[in-house]
């Protein structure tokens, strides 16, 4: 299984960005994708899941309303837009996948993802 995350960068204060992860290599269905965020000395926290099934989705509270995952299943790539950022919104951003699952509902811990991209820094100020 391979991730690969881009779209990373600088924005300003109220400004957006859209992350893409590339995701390969599954050999099994359906399963949970899910956007983290690390800064450093700072437990992983999750961000954003998606169950691959059906496209349920769920955000974190500390950016609901202001983040939209999304998938493209002809593209196997899955999205985070993120409007509206925040100073707080800094950190590095993973791409995670877990095993074959029959929900995502309250996979929001790290340790539950099995596989990971190496990360996209996002930079706000």
């Known amino acids: 299984v391979q991730l690969v995350e881009s779209g990373g960068g600088s924005a300003q204060v109220g400004g957006s960005l859209k992350l893409s992860c590339e995701f390969s290599?599954?050999?099994?269905?359906?399963?949970?994708l899910g956007w983290f965020r690390q800064v450093p000395g700072k437990e992983r926290e999750a961000v954003a899941i998606?169950?691959?099934?059906?496209?349920?989705?769920d955000t974190a509270d500390s950016v609901k309303g202001r983040v939209t995952i999304s998938q493209d299943n002809a593209k196997k790539t899955v999205y985070l837009e993120m409007n509206n950022l925040k100073p707080e919104d800094t950190a590095m951003y993973y791409c995670?996948?877990?095993?074959?699952?029959?929900?995502?509902?309250?996979?929001?811990?790290?340790?539950?993802?099995?596989?990971w991209g190496q990360g996209t820094q996002v930079t706000v100020s």
């Open positions: 995670a996948a877990t095993g074959r699952r029959t929900s995502c509902r309250g996979f929001y811990w790290h340790g539950l993802y099995n596989y």
């Open positions: 290599g599954f050999t099994y269905s359906p399963y949970c």
């Open positions: 998606i169950y691959t099934a059906d496209g349920s989705a």
